[in-house]
């Protein structure tokens, strides 16, 4: 360290940033592979595993993720109070009723290797139901991490000009009967 | 890379005061070797000092050599430093070449500590020119002003077009076709 712009060249280096990520219609445990990168700071070009270097990573809509096939019904989350005969079962769509943000953050936690650090990483890692974000977080923000998949259109929530302009191929006979 | 590793003494790989850029100094001044005069595990030792010592002596003019006999006890030889520094090595038992060898490492070696962790393979004085990185670096000047959260930024990055969006591009053109067509028929006939 030679003067005081050598300092100040360490901070920006290692200033803490801050991610967005926009979980609609995404893979929580594909997500999750990504979202741990950013909370370790393995993105960075400076990434050392002594240097504490992760940034903060804001998840949004997790009320919305999306699991593949059966899982919502198939996948099971196990508890154990710790007294006999404490264990339990949780299927994944009843869990995601209870709290919408923790199958993300098993998810995430997960998806890192149980050593003393994850608590620590973990800590840097905010979830949020739905798109509204405290005004003290959201002001934080300076970067967003890109979707893995594109979020499909519902022809129910799109505008109506829209859906009368959109290319047909054929129109339905007047006398169908739609069940 | 263990954990046993972090309480290791750790540096980079450094030559003492720039040593061997425009001047070599050399870094062992002063070498002890002792030894004993009749027992067997000196017998190396004792052949070095009849006849390499004073060759070894000559071609290092910057090192003091001591020889230091004494009775019954296993040959070592010790190395001092200009940093202060202080090696040992036990000559026990070793025959000439072996010994040959281990004393002519001494005056080669910067008197660094042996267990020394790199932290890096490379040490350089001049860091890089064009400027050290920082999450700011090749950023999208976009995201400045930007108020989060921001769909557009979110979006996956679609290098190729999606079959939707060609079919609807397609769709475009030929109504923009059929609109103009029959404007054309009119001029020509």
């Known amino acids: 360290m030679r003067n005081i712009f050598e300092r100040v060249k360490q901070w920006n280096t290692l200033t803490r940033i801050w991610h967005l990520y926009d979980a609609k219609w995404q893979d929580p445990f594909d997500s999750a592979k990504v ?3 950013y909370l370790k700071g393995l993105h960075k070009p400076i990434y050392h595993p002594l240097a504490d270097c992760g940034d903060h990573v804001v998840v949004i809509n997790c009320k919305e993720i999306a699991m593949r096939g059966d899982e919502w019904r198939k996948r ?4 154990h109070t710790g007294y006999a005969g404490g264990g339990t079962y949780t299927l994944a769509w009843e869990l ?9 953050k098993k998810a995430v936690y997960r998806s890192m290797k149980g050593n003393l650090q994850r608590r620590y990483t973990m800590e840097r890692l ?13 002001e934080n923000i300076s970067s967003v991490i890109p979707q893995l998949r594109d979020v499909p259109m519902r022809l129910d929530r799109m505008p109506e000009d829209q859906v009368k302009g959109y290319p047909k191929i054929w129109d339905l006979p007047k006398d169908y009967v739609v069940r | 890379m263990s954990n046993s590793h972090l309480l290791l003494l750790s540096g980079f790989p450094r030559a003492p005061l720039q040593n061997g850029i425009g001047r070599y100094v050399p870094q062992l001044k002063r070498m ?13 030792t004792r052949e070095f000092i009849e006849s390499k010592l004073v060759d070894f002596a000559k071609e ?15 040959p070592c030889v010790q190395a001092e430093y200009l940093n202060g520094e202080e090696h040992h090595i036990s000559l026990h038992n070793m ?48 995201l400045n002003l930007a108020q989060f959260p921001m769909e557009e930024f979110s979006k996956r990055k679609n290098l190729t077009k999606t079959a939707t969006e060609i079919i609807l591009e397609r769709w475009q053109e030929q109504k923009e076709k059929d609109s103009t067509a029959p404007v054309q028929e009119k001029t020509t006939s």
């Not at chain 2, 005069?37 to 017998?43: H, L, N, P, T």
């Open chain 2, 32 to 44: 002890t070797i002792k030894f004993c005069k009749s027992s067997g595990d000196s017998k190396g």
């Open chain 1, 76 to 79: 099971a989350y196990f508890h």
């Open chain 1, 96 to 104: 995601h009723d209870k709290n919408p943000l923790m199958i993300m």
């Open chain 1, 35 to 37: 979202i741990q990168k």
């Open chain 1, 126 to 138: 905010h979830l949020y139901a739905e798109e509204n974000v405290p005004q003290d977080i959201i």
């Open chain 2, 95 to 142: 025959s000439l070449e072996e010994t040959t060898k281990w004393i002519n490492l001494l005056p080669m070696r910067s008197g660094r500590p042996t267990n020394l962790r790199l932290r890096k393979y490379w040490h350089t004085d001049s860091p890089s020119i064009q400027g050290v990185w920082s999450p700011f670096t090749n950023r999208d000047p976009a």
């Open chain 2, 60 to 74: 290092n003019p910057g090192t003091v050599v001591y020889v230091k006999p004494r009775r019954h006890r296993a």
